[in-house]
Structures are given as C-alpha cells and as structure tokens.
C-alpha cells in the first residue's frame, strides 16, 4: 500500500460556518489541535514514508499558529503542498508572505456566486468581500515576493446563485484566479439541515450548460474551467452540445490511489467523508512501521468500498464503455438518494448523446480534432486503449508508436474527413467518447 498524498484536516476551528460545509460543526466532532513538535514529529514520519503531496484543508487551516512552519517542514522534504481556505485569513499581509515565502504551491479558495448576496447566504455576512480583498492580497504579495502560486476558486451551484450562472464566466475572467471548479452540492454536513439551498437535480445540468457556452465566448480566458460532478456520460453530453474540451473525467475514489485523510490530532483516516472514530491511525511517535499499519487497518476497507462499487454497477452500468474505469464515491453510494440521481443522470445523458450523435451520423459529419486535446491524452488514452493499431488497420496511416508523429497523421488523416460513420465503428465512438476526438457541427444540435 502506497501513501502518495495526505489531506490534512488541519484545524478543528472554522471562521465561518457555511449552510453547505460537508464537514460543518454541526456534523462532525474534530479532534484537539496538536502542538507545533508534534506536528512536525508527524511530518518527518509522513516524508518517510514517502509521501509527495500534502493539502491542508478544512476547515479553516489558517487559524492554524503553526501553518508557516509546516509548509517550510514539507517544502524542506520536497512535499508539495496545496491550501484550501475560505479566504478571510488572507487580508494578513504579513501572514501571506510568510504562507508565499514558505514554499506554497498552490492555494485554493470558495466563493458561493457572482456577488455577495448570493455568496454571504451560503457564507455569511460580508464574506464575500472580505474573500475578494484576500486573494488580492494574495495576488499583490506573490507579485511582491516574485513567486508564483496559482489560485484557484471553488463553487458549488446552489437556489441562490443558478439565476446568475450565465454572468459567472465573464466575472471570473477580470478576477485573478487560474482555475474554476463548479459543482454540485453534497447532502452531508451542514447541507442536510439546509435543504432549501439544493436545486433540482435535473437543473444542474442545464447550468454546466450555460456555464461552459459563456465560458467559450470568452476570447483568450484568463482561468480554465472545470466541472466537478459531472458524471462521465454528462461529461461526454455536455462536450456535444457546448463545443467545450471536457475529458470526461470518470467518478474515482482518491484512496485507491493512497491519497488519504488526516485529521487535527494525526489520526490518518481512508477518507473524511467515511470518518469513522474506530479506524484511525497515529501518525506521531516512532512510526517506522506506518505503511504496514496502515495497510493492515485499511485493506478491508478498501475491499468493502471496491465490493459496493462492483455491486452498484452489475446494477446499473454492466454494459457502459465507461464501467471499467468508472468509481463511484464511496459516501455518494452510502447515500441512496444521492446514488440514484446521480446514476440516473448518466443514465439519462447517455440516451440523450446516442440519439443525438445517431442524427449525425445519418446525416454524415467532419470529423474535428483538438490538437491541445490530443497532445494531452494521446499517451494516457490513445496508446493503453491500443488506438493506434486499431486506426493504422481501417484507416491505413502509418503510425509510429510512441511518437509526436501520431498527432500529426491522426490530425491529416481525420481531420475534417467527410465521411458517414456509423456507431458500431467502435474506434471512431471510443475517440468521440474519450474527447480526443468530436464531431463538427455537434455543438449547434
């Protein structure tokens, strides 16, 4: 078992007490903070064990005193770190440039719509303003202190912010973010005693809809954007209509890659949303032999989590091109109202992408390829799904394994060549499903 990251939920105490946190004080009992020796004890543990990547998170980790002096501990390991803040904290100019000079790779931020009425009836009075002023000043020190630390932005579409979607895009865009990531709300923590702010489930398709054509208008965006809870046939959907490059992420659980929990004390969890008080690992101490705690602890869990999954799916998505790769959230399938609208949606996406694609195909359609899209995926994707014999066979290119060759044949040999292609042509579907390819035309159905 490999311990790759951590997420470290670093500080029992929060600033604000947000109507959707999924780990809201009204939920979730944390812990006592530890001291500053014994956090970095934890650490020095966690660096040997190897792991690369650490993010303090919830709930507010800059109420944290010893936060500086953990980053310069991982940066000294060569751990990258990330924070996920609500923002307040960073009006400190003198706590930034200690966060900046620390080694800080990256910083992540919320705010809840496009203004601070729609913000401050998620977060609280005035927190959105107060949010704004600290990435700014976020932003002002990296310039000061001649770093680079990208920021980027997280929201959840909610009852109070979906009337303003269409305005989100162009905001964002004057704002100094690099990355905006939209998504659903989550019914745990705080949300389940604040249902009035859940839209419909069906509506939050339509706003990634809106989302993502606003977005494309937009010359030359300064940030990307990205989507969350798409499920992988919504992703597959949303790419047809909009014309948007989405590489349709499929659902995955971030512990079967060893990314794990952590919280305030050291106890090392599979994962915040499976809190459990009964299985926990310390971390503090003299842990050489951590990796083996942990895989002795944890196995069954991730057996039991593997198992639900494979059940959910015999049920639901045994003949789905995406069934192999696809891993449902493990709280999503611990919460039957939240798995079934989940699975229905993609469910409901996929019947809505084969009648339409089968239109064009009657109708006989370009073939258009992304050359950053292609560049991107052709070795993750194209190479391990064996695409390349597959094409150099029906379509008798000369193909080069391995090399940039491939973009260049794949794009004069596909590109915008007219022809009807049926869909038990299984490359020419596995490239449109995948998004290395698409159809021209597609976004105006």
Same mark, same amino acid.
């Given at each position: 078992?490999?311990?790759?990251?951590?997420?470290?939920?670093?500080?029992?105490?929060?600033?604000?007490?947000?109507?959707?946190?999924?780990?809201?004080?009204?939920?979730?009992?944390?812990?006592?903070?530890?001291?500053?020796?014994?956090?970095?004890?934890?650490? +020095?543990?966690?660096?040997?064990?190897?792991?690369?990547?650490?993010?303090?998170?919830?709930?507010?980790?800059?109420?944290?005193?010893?936060?500086?002096?953990?980053?310069?501990?991982?940066?000294?390991?060569?751990?990258?770190?990330?924070?996920?803040?609500?923002?307040?904290?960073?009006?400190?100019?003198?706590?930034?440039?200690? /966060?900046?000079?620390?080694?800080?790779?990256?910083?992540?931020?919320?705010?809840?719509?496009?203004?601070?009425?729609?913000? +401050? !009836?998620?977060?609280?009075?005035?927190?959105?303003?107060?949010?704004?002023?600290?990435?700014?000043?976020?932003?002002?020190?990296?310039?000061?202190?001649?770093?680079?630390?990208?920021?980027?932005?997280?929201?959840?579409?909610?009852?109070?912010?979906?009337?303003?979607?269409?305005?989100?895009?162009?905001?964002?865009?004057?704002?100094?973010?690099?990355?905006?990531?939209?998504?659903?709300?989550?019914?745990?923590?705080?949300?389940?005693?604040?249902?009035?702010?859940?839209?419909?489930?069906?509506?939050?398709?339509?706003?990634?809809?809106?989302?993502?054509?606003?977005?494309?208008?937009?010359?030359? &965006?300064?940030?990307?954007?990205?989507?969350?809870?798409?499920? &992988?046939?919504?992703?597959?959907?949303?790419?047809?209509?909009?014309?948007?490059?989405?590489? &349709?992420?499929?659902?995955?659980?971030?512990?079967?890659?060893?990314?794990?929990? !952590?919280?305030?004390?050291?106890?090392?969890?599979?994962?915040?949303?499976?809190?459990?008080?009964?299985?926990?690992?310390?971390?503090?101490?003299?842990?050489?032999?951590?990796?083996?705690?942990?895989?002795?602890?944890?196995? #069954?869990?991730?057996?039991?989590?593997?198992?639900?999954?494979?059940?959910? @799916?015999?049920?639901?998505?045994?003949?789905?091109?995406?069934?192999?790769?696809?891993?449902?959230?493990?709280? /999503?399938?611990? +919460?039957?109202?939240?798995?079934?609208?989940?699975?229905? #949606?993609?469910? @409901?996406?996929?019947?809505?992408?084969?009648?339409?694609?089968?239109?064009?195909? @009657?109708?006989?359609?370009?073939?258009?390829?992304?050359?950053?899209?292609?560049?991107?995926?052709?070795?993750?994707?194209?190479?391990?799904?064996?695409?390349?014999?597959?094409?150099?066979?029906?379509?008798?290119?000369?193909?080069?394994?391995?090399? +940039?060759?491939?973009?260049?044949?794949?794009?004069?040999?596909?590109?915008?060549?007219?022809?009807?292609?049926?869909?038990?042509?299984?490359?020419?579907?596995?490239?449109?499903?995948?998004?290395?390819?698409?159809?021209?035309?597609?976004?105006?159905?």
């Amino acid at each position: 078992m490999t311990i790759s990251a951590i997420r470290w939920e670093l500080e029992p105490s929060c600033n604000l007490n947000c109507k959707h946190c999924f780990v809201g004080k009204s939920s979730l009992t944390y812990p006592k903070r530890i001291g500053l020796d014994a956090g970095l004890n934890i650490l +020095d543990n966690l660096h040997q064990v190897g792991v690369k990547e650490l993010y303090f998170t919830t709930r507010e980790p800059l109420l944290n005193p010893y936060i500086c002096q953990y980053i310069v501990r991982c940066t000294e390991y060569g751990i990258k770190t990330s924070l996920i803040t609500n923002g307040i904290c960073l009006n400190d100019e003198q706590l930034v440039s200690k /966060l900046i000079n620390s080694g800080l790779c990256s910083i992540s931020t919320s705010l809840e719509g496009p203004n601070a009425e729609t913000n +401050d !009836m998620i977060r609280g009075t005035n927190s959105f303003d107060k949010a704004l002023r600290g990435i700014v000043t976020f932003q002002n020190q990296t310039i000061k202190c001649g770093k680079t630390v990208p920021i980027n932005l997280q929201m959840s579409l909610n009852a109070y912010n979906s009337n303003l979607c269409s305005t989100i895009p162009t905001l964002i865009d004057n704002l100094p973010f690099d990355s905006l990531s939209v998504g659903a709300l989550s019914n745990s923590g705080n949300a389940k005693y604040n249902q009035d702010i859940f839209l419909d489930d069906e509506r939050y398709f339509d706003l990634f809809t809106i989302l993502a054509k606003e977005y494309r208008k937009i010359k030359n &965006p300064n940030y990307v954007l990205i989507f969350k809870s798409l499920m &992988p046939w919504e992703a597959v959907l949303l790419r047809y209509l909009t014309g948007y490059d989405i590489y &349709p992420v499929t659902p995955y659980c971030s512990i079967l890659n060893g990314t794990y929990s !952590m919280l305030s004390d050291g106890s090392i969890i599979p994962c915040i949303s499976l809190y459990d008080e009964n299985k926990t690992i310390h971390v503090y101490g003299n842990e050489n032999n951590l990796t083996q705690k942990l895989e002795s602890a944890f196995t #069954r869990c991730v057996e039991e989590i593997k198992s639900e999954n494979e059940t959910v @799916k015999r049920l639901y998505c045994s003949n789905c091109y995406f069934s192999d790769r696809c891993f449902l959230c493990p709280a /999503l399938v611990n +919460d039957e109202k939240m798995k079934d609208a989940a699975l229905s #949606r993609c469910i @409901k996406a996929k019947h809505r992408f084969e009648k339409l694609i089968e239109e064009r195909y @009657k109708e006989g359609c370009y073939l258009k390829i992304d050359r950053s899209q292609v560049l991107y995926s052709y070795r993750e994707l194209v190479f391990q799904k064996n695409y390349a014999d597959s094409i150099k066979k029906e379509f008798r290119f000369s193909i080069e394994s391995e090399s +940039d060759r491939f973009i260049e044949e794949l794009l004069q040999g596909l590109l915008y060549r007219k022809q009807s292609f049926k869909t038990e042509n299984k490359i020419i579907r596995s490239l449109i499903l995948d998004g290395v390819i698409a159809l021209s035309g597609g976004h105006s159905a």
